[in-house]
């Protein structure tokens, strides 16, 4: 009950185009839903998140659609670029307290020019 | 913004010493901090939850007289790999918050990449 299920496990696209990644999570105790980015060598860096009272955030190119009933919710990147070749992290966790973050398995996004 | 610092970054030892790895928040106080190990395209898996003024959490499986964690002030929490082994090679990671709720992501450090030969 604890998992957050990320798919796919890797993603290749054009520059431009739209890559989307997708999680699945049981606990619905999890009211706190980060996106991470992280490049070879780097620790995580947050990209966005969303609490599960609204559908959807967008900030810059990142956009989280965010599906309550079906505990899912995904990244889709706008006009991906080189620069975004990266692996990227869903987790959950509960708000409130220094709750520990729950991971998916992480998808490693390619884009190529 | 919130700001830690992982230091070093890398460090190479000889099987059977020790090595410590600092975890510092630069710019806000960290009562709880989480260290983390990443393998090679691997998901990051928690070790454990570090808390300033008392003993860390460890997660199952995680040896705690193996891996000794210090969180001794606000801003700076220690892992220690003790008699260390190859296969204690890994990317270690600390991350932090400046409070609690959802406003406030946990900020991660840049890493620390062991090798144990």
């Known amino acids: 009950q604890q998992q957050v299920k990320q798919s796919p496990q890797s993603l290749i696209v054009q520059k431009g185009g739209i890559p989307i990644i997708n999680c699945a999570y049981e606990n619905t105790a999890f009211d706190y839903f980060p996106w991470y980015q992280q490049f070879p060598g780097k620790g995580p860096a947050l990209l966005i998140a969303?609490?599960?009272?609204?559908s959807e955030k967008k900030e810059g190119r990142f956009t989280i659609s965010f599906n309550k009933s079906a505990k899912q919710f995904s990244l889709h990147i706008m006009d991906s670029q080189p620069g975004d070749s990266a692996t990227y992290f869903c987790?959950?966790?509960?708000?409130?307290?220094?709750?520990?973050?729950?991971f998916g398995a992480g998808t490693r996004l390619a884009v190529h020019p | 913004g919130a700001v830690v610092s992982q230091h070093p970054s890398w460090v190479i030892c000889k099987s059977g010493t020790s090595v410590k790895i600092e975890c510092r928040s630069l710019d806000f106080q960290a009562t709880t901090m989480f260290w983390y190990r990443q393998f090679p395209k691997q998901s990051l898996m928690l070790m454990a939850t570090s808390n300033e003024g008392s003993k860390a959490t460890y997660e199952q499986g995680v040896e705690k007289d193996k891996f000794l964690i210090n969180h001794a002030s606000l801003t700076l929490s220690t892992l220690t790999v003790t008699s260390a082994h190859p296969e204690d090679s890994s990317f270690y990671i600390c991350?932090?918050?400046?409070?609690?709720?959802?406003?406030?992501?946990?900020?991660f450090g840049s890493g620390t990449r062991l090798t144990v030969v």
């Open positions: 991350s932090a918050s400046p409070a609690t709720g959802w406003d406030y992501g946990y900020t």
């Open positions: 969303i609490r599960p009272d609204v």
């Open positions: 987790a959950a966790s509960i708000s409130g307290g220094y709750n520990k973050l729950i």
